[in-house]
């Protein structure tokens, strides 16, 4: 299936339309299964995003206490953390509206390997007797092509778990909690949030030239939709 892409002016356009399709997919979810599991990612585009979840008109609008929030990946960090995903979410909107729960990435255990398989038996028991498979799936891209935490030419690209801790080479925290390409491959919608010119050329790879050597060309959900939500800027190669 192709991705659907929707090109937006500006970066805060880039929030509203993705709220705008949480909205959406949320009810769908509610009235299905009775909750909403979303798993969310950190940067500054989601963070825009948060922060628009959080205000008035839009929390009035979202079921909020039947969400349950899931993180995509996390920094081998504390929670109070400035470089902490979870705080990032946390700061933003999760305490700032009802949400029904929320289950963080143990970024602080002293073993990120036994913090991996904790998380994973904890996705487990919440998707009971379901697989793991989330309503949506919040995503950036950085600039060399990389998802969650999943970064080009790592092993964890072809691991058949659910959760992996990740050693990212040249990071300044380098040791991370991520979802796999099983998971995230199995939700029912996954939703890139792309902005900024720095992007443009790798967004080009990915949705024109179908590198498949970058992990962000590797999403394609089997049963679910693929969208990515882009900028002006972020489209400026994808014409030429």
């Not at 379901?130 to 600039?143: C, I, N, Q, R």
Request: include cysteine; aromatic fraction near 8%.
């Amino acid at each position: 299936m192709s991705p659907e892409v929707i090109y937006c002016e500006y970066p805060e356009d880039v929030a509203e339309a993705a709220a705008a399709l949480l909205q959406e997919l949320q009810f769908e979810a509610i009235a299905e299964r009775g909750t909403f599991r979303i798993a969310l990612s950190g940067g500054s585009t989601p963070a825009a995003l948060f922060k628009l979840l959080a205000e008035n008109d839009w929390s009035e609008e979202m079921d909020y206490p039947n969400w349950e929030v899931f993180w995509v990946d996390e920094r081998a960090v504390p929670p109070t953390h400035k470089d902490s995903n979870y705080k990032l979410a946390h700061d933003l909107f999760l305490s700032k509206v009802n949400i029904g729960d929320a289950f963080r990435m143990n970024g602080e255990h002293a073993n990120l390997q036994e913090a991996a398989d904790e998380y994973a038996r904890t996705l487990k028991s919440r998707f009971l007797p379901e697989p793991v498979v989330f309503d949506a799936v919040l995503l950036g891209m950085g600039t060399d092509g990389h998802t969650a935490s999943l970064f080009p030419g790592t092993p964890v690209l072809e691991s058949g778990a659910l959760v992996e801790a990740v050693e990212v080479q040249g990071n300044s925290i380098p040791k991370r909690l991520t979802l796999t390409l099983r998971v995230l491959n199995s939700a029912r919608a996954v939703i890139f949030l792309v902005t900024g010119e720095d992007k443009a050329a790798r967004l080009r790879e990915v949705l024109i030239d179908n590198n498949y050597k970058l992990p962000a060309t590797r999403i394609e959900p089997r049963d679910g939709s693929l969208i990515w939500i882009i900028d002006e800027a972020a489209a400026s190669e994808l014409s030429t």
